[in-house]
Nanobody, 126 residues
C-alpha cells in the first residue's frame, strides 16, 4: 500500500518562497505519476503540477508556470514542489497524489488518483 506524507507548508509573505516535500513509501516512485493539487479556502481541489510516470514530462497549471517547479528524486522516493514568487492567491492546502497508468487527459482530475498525502497548509499574506 502506497503512503504519501506531505510537508513543508507554512505562513509566508507575498514574494517569498517555500519548498513542499512528499515522501513516498510502499512503492517505487518511478512507477507512479506524481502530482501536486491544492484546495483554496471554500473552493474545489485543483491541479497544480504533475510529472508523468512513463515519460517524466512535466505539466503545470497556467497560474504557476514560471514560479513553481515540480521535481522527483526516484532514489529517495521524494517529490518536491518549489514555489517562488508566492502570491496571496496561492493560499491553499497542498496535497501530493500518486497514480499509475494515467493518461495525459486525466492528469488534472483528482478522482483518478487513489493515493493522497494528508495535505500541508500554505498561507501567503500580503
Amino acid at each position: 500500500q502506497v503512503q504519501l506524507v506531505d510537508s513543508g507548508g507554512g505562513l509566508v509573505q507575498a514574494g517569498d518562497s517555500l519548498r513542499l516535500s512528499c515522501s513516498v513509501s510502499g512503492g517505487s516512485l518511478r512507477t507512479y505519476t506524481m502530482t501536486w493539487f491544492r484546495q483554496p479556502p471554500g473552493k474545489e481541489r485543483e491541479f497544480v503540477a504533475g510529472i508523468r510516470q512513463t515519460t517524466s514530462t512535466i505539466h503545470y497549471t497556467n497560474s504557476v508556470k514560471g514560479r513553481f517547479t515540480i521535481s522527483r528524486d526516484n532514489a529517495n522516493n521524494m517529490v518536491y514542489l518549489q514555489m517562488n514568487s508566492l502570491k496571496t492567491e496561492d493560499t491553499a492546502v497542498y496535497y501530493c497524489a500518486a497514480a499509475r497508468n494515467l493518461i495525459l487527459s486525466s492528469l488534472s482530475e483528482p478522482s483518478r488518483y487513489p493515493y493522497w498525502g494528508q495535505g500541508t497548509q500554505v498561507t501567503v499574506s500580503s
